[in-house]
């Protein structure tokens, strides 16, 4: 039989043929099912599935950020019957060429959590990487401890809220060293220049940020070392969350993504986050939060969450796939 293969961009009515591709992807923690819609509807991200003959075989949604230079592709899969013949690598290779082809395209980038092959490391290099911490909790515990610790922590930061724009002032020093010290916005696994064409990209899905950093604290003229502990620093922290449908043996997943390194005010961001969450009814859920891999003060992460009845991921394949996420790039200019 002759194989005839060609790239497509995606269609709502190619849903459930794409869902059927792999049933089994990201330890069931596979975020399509939610994201499929709003890939399709989004502005800056076009989908494209492989087809075998009549047959879709693959699925990969490209994200274009950063004034188009970069192309950040998801949500990657190919199927199972399929594996091992270098589809996957000419699919990629076809979409890296329609997009450089309209004039702007200079890199592709992708975000990995376990380490890949060194045929990979020959093209892509690694421009970033945050730590992950896994944690597993069900709702119902956690609403026992909430009604207690919510009216106290309320009181702990009059200041901290929720953003309905993203601060420009946060893209340049003395904040942008302070908030994001690896040169990426990295939030839902897209990582983001420092750049204001990004700023309305940032909210992706459903994404909600929230931070307890303000103006003031900007002000003083010693900031340009950066945090310090003395009077005049930089305090507070960003976080961005975003929460969506698991699969198989979850009800939920949270990607908790934390900016900053001043963790005394930890345990407000955890309650605005968690009382979210809370909201949509879920029970089962799994947390992941990403911290720069020198942010201080992690126990302070753990102990805030062990108040509200949630335990760290100790072992397992999530806990073993799941330990940083690493930024790689690759040059597509040529």
């Not at 897209?190 to 459903?206: E, H, M, Q, S």
């Not at 809370?278 to 720069?292: A, E, F, K």
């Not at 969450?305 to 949630?310: D, W």
Request: proline share 4%; with cysteine; charged share 25%.
């Amino acid at each position: 039989m002759d194989y005839v293969y060609r790239l497509r961009e995606t269609t709502p009515e190619d849903k459930q043929a794409v869902l059927e591709i792999h049933k089994n992807v990201y330890d069931g923690l596979d975020y399509l099912p939610d994201y499929y819609d709003h890939f399709q509807t989004s502005d800056h991200v076009t989908p494209y599935i492989y087809m075998e003959n009549d047959k879709i075989i693959a699925y990969l949604a490209c994200c274009v950020v950063d004034n188009g230079e970069t192309i950040v592709t998801r949500a990657g899969r190919v199927s199972p019957s399929r594996q091992g013949r270098h589809l996957y690598g000419h699919f990629i290779s076809e979409i890296e060429t329609v997009q450089r082809a309209g004039g702007k395209t200079k890199r592709h980038a992708l975000v990995k959590s376990t380490t890949p092959s060194n045929s990979f490391l020959k093209t892509y290099k690694p421009v970033a990487a945050k730590a992950i911490h896994m944690y597993e909790y069900a709702n119902s515990d956690v609403s026992i401890k909430m009604t207690e610790l919510m009216s106290k922590l309320s009181k702990l930061n009059s200041h901290a809220k929720a953003l309905e724009t993203f601060p420009v002032a946060f893209l340049q020093s003395p904040y942008s060293k302070y908030l994001f010290p690896e040169g990426r916005i990295l939030v839902d696994w897209v990582p983001f220049r420092l750049l204001p064409a990004n700023i309305p990209l940032l909210k992706g899905r459903d994404t909600v940020f929230y931070s307890d950093i303000t103006s003031e604290t900007a002000r003083v003229d010693d900031l340009k070392n950066g945090h310090t502990d003395e009077t005049g620093r930089i305090q507070g922290l960003l976080s961005a969350c975003t929460i969506f449908k698991a699969h198989h043996d979850l009800d939920l997943s949270c990607n908790l993504d934390i900016f900053g390194l001043d963790f005394r005010s930890i345990e407000n961001h955890i309650s605005f986050h968690l009382q979210r969450i809370y909201d949509t009814g879920m029970d089962h859920v799994n947390l992941r939060v990403y911290t720069s891999k020198t942010a201080c003060d992690i126990s302070l992460l753990h102990s805030t969450l062990e108040q509200f009845g949630i335990q760290a991921v100790t072992n397992g394949t999530r806990k073993e796939q799941y330990i940083e996420q690493v930024v790689y790039e690759k040059d597509i200019s040529n």
